[in-house]
């Protein structure tokens, strides 16, 4: 006896439209997360590139921080700012652009903004809001906004050259 083979039903095709629909649900916010912890963590790593960059700056300038602008309106604004001082010291031309930011780097050819009140202070006398011989808390690089999820959404460069998403400053009254 000869069986014929036979495809699926309507039923069975339905059914198993709605498993792969509801299995898309639910992963698509967790590979939106992934992707957007991926971007955090690839901007954390250009800071500290950045970092390794300053350091160079540094030593070729007697220790003395760049007396740099926080940063500038346009690409085109003849303005000293981290990246016009900080590109010869670096072999990536990305070093500047986080992966998260799609507006500010393309506007001013930067995603991060220097702490501008350390402009021309010996790096190993820096003093911030009160904040002195303590260059973990001493913020320099940050993300100009903050373009990563969660509540912890700016990632940030600080004095120790440590790069970090966490707050490590406060000021009091």
């Not at 039923?11 to 439209?17: M, W």
């Not at 498993?19 to 992707?35: E, K, T, V």
């Amino acid at each position: 006896m000869k069986r014929s083979s036979r495809g699926f039903t309507l039923v069975e095709l339905l059914v198993v439209i709605v498993i792969i629909a509801a299995l898309s649900a639910i992963s698509f916010p967790m590979i939106r997360g992934s992707i957007a912890k991926s971007k955090q963590t690839a901007c954390l790593t250009k800071l500290r590139s950045l970092g390794i960059a300053l350091e160079t700056y540094l030593q070729d300038n007697n220790r003395k921080m760049p007396d740099i602008a926080a940063g500038r309106p346009t690409k085109e604004a003849d303005i000293e700012v981290l990246d016009t001082v900080l590109m010869p010291y670096l072999k990536d031309t990305e070093a500047f652009h986080c992966p998260a930011d799609s507006v500010q780097h393309e506007k001013t050819g930067c995603s991060y903004i220097w702490n501008s009140s350390l402009s021309g202070q010996l790096s190993t006398n820096l003093s911030f809001l009160n904040i002195e011989g303590r260059p973990q808390a001493i913020p320099l690089i940050a993300d100009k906004e903050g373009w990563h999820a969660g509540p912890k959404n700016t990632n940030i460069l600080y004095a120790d050259l440590s790069a970090s998403s966490d707050l490590r400053f406060v000021t009091t009254p």
